[in-house]
C-alpha cells in the first residue's frame, strides 16, 4: 500500500518567564506534501500567517505581563479596582494585534486629579509600532504612498486595510517631529573670532549646493510653489542633503546648521555656497558664518549656454554663416565667464543678441532664440558679483559646481513631485516628504528612529545605520 505522503508541520511557542516556569503554546501547523507535487518549503502566504500568530502570541503575553505587574498601588501594594475592560488595536509591521487593556481606579491612598487610568498607557503610548512607521516612512519616501501600501501588504501580514491615506499621515506625523526636534539645532555658529582663532587648522572648504524647484499647487492648479534644495559635500563624509517649502519653513537656518554640522563642519572652516543666482537662496544667504563664499554653480551657467549652442547649431542648418558666427560668439562669452570676466562675457552675449536680432535671419526659432539670449544676459548680469574666475578654482582643484552627476533638484525632490507631473501637493506635504525623503537619502532615518525609541536597536541587527540611499524615484 502507498504511504500517505502528507507531511503535518506543527509550530509551538515555549514561553518561560523570570522563575523558569514555561507554557507550550500551539501557533502553527501546516501540511506538506513529500511526493514533490504542491510546493517546497513556506509559501509567502504561510510565513504571514506564521508570523501574524506568532506576534499576536508575543505581544498579548508581554501585555498580560505587564498588566499583572501594574495590578497593585505602587505605593501601598493594595490591589487597585477594575473600572473596565477594553482592547488596544496595536498596529504593527505583523498585523494588528488586540491587546486586552484594564481601565483602573486609582487607589485612594494618594490625591489625584483624575479617578481612573488605564493600565498600557505608560507602556504603549502610541498604538503604532516604531518600527511600522519606520517601514512606512523609509518606502513612502522613495516611491508613492499606494504603492507603499501594496508592497508592504505583499511582504508581510500587515493590516489589511492599509492605504496611500493611512502611509501619508504615518509620515508627515514623523516629518513634524523631525521638524520639532530642529527647535534644539543653534541657528548660528557658537563662539567668536578669537575663539574660532584657536581651534585646529580645520580640513578642505566644506561645498553646499543650493537649489530650487517647483512644485504643482493642489490648491490652484496653474500655480506653483517654490522649494529649495541644498547638498553638501566634503573630502570625508558622504554628502547630506536638505530640503524645504520655502513659503512654510520658519527654520532655514538651523535646517543647515544641521546640515554643516552632520557634515563635520568646524567653527573655523572655509564654506563655499554654490546655487544658481542669488533668487534662489534668499533666506539661506543670511546664514552668517564667517568663512562663506558664495558663487554661482558653474553648473547652471553651462545649462544655459547648452541650450543656446542647440539653438546655433539649429541656425546652421538654414543659415550656416550667422550660425558658425553666434557658435563662435557663444564660445567666447564661455570663455570670459569661466575666466571670472562677466563683463566681456555680456559683452560677447550682447553681440550674439544683435545678431539674432535681424528679422531677415533664416531661423524659424528666432523669437524663442532671441527670449533665450535675454534672459541669459539677465542672469549674467544679476549675478555677476557670484561669477569667479572659475578656470583658477577649477586648477587649484576648488569645487565649482555640485551637480557632478545631476542636479540637486532632481535628486531630493521625488519625481512624483516636479510639475511635469499631474499630482499636485499642499504646502504642508510638500515640506513633509522632503524632511523624510532626505533623511532616507542621507542615511539617516534609523538613527532618528533610535533616538526616539531605543528599543529598535536591541533586535539582532541593532545598531546597524541605515546605508545611504541612491534613487530619484
Ligand atoms: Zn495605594
Not at 473596565?84 to 496595536?90: A, E, F, K, L, S
Amino acid at each position: 500500500m502507498r504511504q500517505n505522503p502528507i507531511m503535518q508541520f506543527k509550530i509551538q511557542i515555549v514561553v518561560e518567564d523570570e522563575h523558569g516556569r514555561a507554557i507550550t503554546e500551539d501557533i502553527f501547523a501546516l501540511d506538506k506534501s513529500s511526493d514533490g507535487e504542491g510546493s517546497v518549503g513556506l509559501l509567502l502566504s504561510e510565513s504571514k500567517q506564521l508570523l501574524k500568530r506568532l506576534q499576536h502570541v508575543i505581544v498579548t503575553q508581554q501585555a498580560d505581563r505587564y498588566t499583572q505587574a501594574h495590578r497593585c498601588c505602587p505605593l501601598c501594594h493594595k490591589k487597585r479596582r477594575i473600572k473596565g475592560r477594553y482592547n488596544i488595536q496595536y498596529r504593527t509591521l505583523f498585523g494588528i494585534v488586540p491587546i486586552p487593556n484594564l481601565r483602573l481606579f486609582h487607589c485612594q491612598c494618594t490625591k489625584r486629579s483624575t479617578k481612573t487610568y488605564s493600565v498600557l498607557n505608560d507602556w504603549l503610548p502610541e498604538h503604532n509600532s516604531p518600527e511600522l512607521q519606520y517601514i512606512e516612512t523609509k518606502w513612502a519616501s522613495l516611491m508613492s504612498y499606494g504603492l507603499t501600501a501594496d508592497l508592504l501588504k505583499d511582504v508581510l501580514p500587515i493590516n489589511e486595510c492599509l492605504n496611500a491615506e493611512t502611509v501619508r499621515r504615518h509620515l508627515h506625523k514623523t516629518a513634524n517631529r523631525q521638524d520639532e526636534s530642529l527647535k534644539e539645532q543653534p541657528r548660528f555658529i557658537s563662539g567668536c573670532q578669537y575663539e574660532w582663532a584657536n581651534l585646529p587648522k580645520p580640513g578642505k572648504p566644506l561645498t553646499v549646493g543650493i537649489d530650487g524647484g517647483y512644485v504643482r499647487d493642489c490648491k490652484n492648479r496653474k500655480m506653483n510653489f517654490e522649494v529649495i534644495v541644498a547638498k553638501s559635500f566634503s573630502k570625508t563624509e558622504a554628502p547630506k542633503r536638505l530640503g524645504f517649502v520655502q513659503v512654510l519653513d520658519d527654520k532655514p537656518q538651523r535646517r543647515l546648521m544641521k546640515l554643516l554640522r552632520d557634515q563635520g563642519m568646524q567653527e573655523n572652516q572655509q564654506i563655499t555656497f554654490l546655487s544658481d543666482g542669488a533668487d534662489n537662496v534668499r533666506d539661506l544667504q543670511f546664514l552668517m558664518h564667517p568663512e562663506s563664499e558664495h558663487i554661482l554653480d558653474w553648473f547652471h551657467v553651462t545649462m544655459r549656454l547648452t541650450v543656446l549652442n542647440q539653438f546655433a547649431k539649429g541656425m546652421c542648418h538654414t543659415d550656416p554663416d550667422t550660425g558658425a558666427e553666434l557658435l563662435k560668439k557663444l564660445d567666447s562669452a564661455k570663455w570670459y565667464i569661466w575666466h571670472g570676466n562677466a563683463e566681456q562675457g555680456l559683452e560677447r552675449l550682447d553681440d550674439c543678441y544683435w545678431l539674432c536680432d535681424d528679422p531677415d535671419l533664416r531661423y524659424d526659432k528666432r523669437r524663442k532664440l532671441i527670449q533665450n539670449l535675454s534672459d541669459m544676459i539677465t542672469y549674467i548680469d544679476n549675478n555677476s558679483h557670484l561669477i569667479p574666475n572659475y578656470g583658477e578654482k577649477y586648477r587649484y582643484g576648488e569645487t565649482i559646481t555640485t551637480a557632478f552627476v545631476e542636479s540637486t533638484v532632481n535628486e531630493v525632490v521625488a519625481k512624483r513631485m516636479v510639475k511635469k507631473q499631474q499630482m499636485q501637493w499642499s504646502h504642508q506635504g510638500a515640506h513633509c516628504l522632503l524632511q523624510t525623503r532626505t533623511a532616507v537619502l542621507n542615511g539617516e532615518l534609523r538613527d532618528q528612529f533610535e533616538e526616539w525609541y531605543p528599543e529598535l536597536s536591541e533586535g539582532t541587527n541593532g545598531g546597524k545605520s541605515d546605508i545611504p540611499v541612491k534613487m530619484a524615484a
